[in-house]
Nanobody, 126 residues
Framework: QVQLVESGGGLVQAGVSLTLSCAASGGAFNSYNMAWFRQAPGKDREFVSAIRWSGSNTHYVDSVKGRFTISRDNAKNTVYLQMNSLQPEDTAVYYC???????????????????WGQGTQVTVSS
């Protein structure tokens, strides 16, 4: 059983940067692909970004390409989401998720992910 704990959220103004962290415990971190999802009030949970277990491949939703960067440090059992040029439409609860390294399906699909954190709120004011 993998436990995921997100941190780094907050209230920021549009245009600034923020970095989210997700610390994993309870499993071999390098056995898992990792992802970030977000959910705004009244909306479905949305895929944001994913990174393969080795860090060799990354994926992003179109709306964050060029602004967000996902990375991982397998020695620290942590995945990060660097968010630049934040906009009010980025406001959401951000969730960290993990799934097995051999999963070969659609990583943007929430049911593909086995473990979830409790979420961290990001609020961007205009």
């Amino acid at each position: 059983q993998v436990q995921l704990v997100e941190s780094g959220g907050g209230l920021v103004q549009a245009g600034v940067s923020l970095t989210l962290s997700c610390a994993a415990s309870g499993g071999a971190f390098n056995s898992y692909n990792m992802a970030w999802f977000r959910q705004a009030p009244g909306k479905d949970r949305e895929f944001v970004s994913a990174i393969r277990w080795s860090g060799s491949n990354t994926h992003y939703v179109d709306s964050v390409k060029g602004r967000f960067t996902i990375s991982r440090d397998n020695a620290k059992n942590t995945v990060y989401l660097q968010m630049n040029s934040l906009q009010p439409e980025d406001t959401a609860v951000y969730y960290c998720a993990a799934t097995g390294k051999y999963y070969g399906g659609n990583l943007s699909n929430p049911p593909a992910w086995l473990y979830w954190g409790q979420g961290t709120q990001v609020t961007v004011s205009s």
